[in-house]
């Protein structure tokens, strides 16, 4: 009778300790709420959610004059021209990347493709005996056909990494985001 008495009382003082404890997220906004910022601090409890954050600065263009605004209204023409041939650009450039990746994969898989039916060539050349005995230099002549054409793949898939590589560069160069290149 005594254990179960001291087992009941046990458990009872373990459970108002538990329920006396605070979370450590509680302690951390207490914390926070005790200190003192140095400045405006922007977290997840204060940051706005449905209002713009505004850019700091004035929000109204001063008054101009009539001299202003015609230079003003030419420069805006000149700008919309310059959008629209930037956006040319920006569209010639992704067209020339997208061709350039359609043409790597497709000689990327050329490649894996020779490789692994060289792989089960040889493995059928060397796997028989008498195929190995009797068919040795037409072997040989198609060894040195498939390295043949094996560097030529690589030579022309590293062109065309090269030629994309370049392509990435004069588009950096003329100011088209690298987002249209990728």
Known sequence: MKRIW????????FSV????????????REAKKDRKP???VYDND????????????????????????KADAGAADAASGDEADKGKLEARFRSQAADLKKEINQ?????????REHGLRAAAFYG????RLRDEKKWADDERKYQAELADKQKALADSKAKLDDLREQARKAGVPASATE
């Open 6 to 13: 001291l087992a009941l009382i046990t458990v009872a003082a």
């Open 17 to 28: 300790c538990a329920a006396a404890q605070q979370s450590l997220a509680d302690a951390a």
């Open 38 to 40: 140095v400045g405006k």
């Open 46 to 69: 204060n940051l706005p959610t449905t209002a713009t954050i505004s850019q700091s600065g004035p929000t109204s263009a001063p008054d101009k004059k009539a001299g202003d605004a």
């Open 107 to 115: 000689l990327s898989r050329e490649l894996d493709v020779m490789q």
């Open 128 to 131: 028989d005996a008498g195929t």
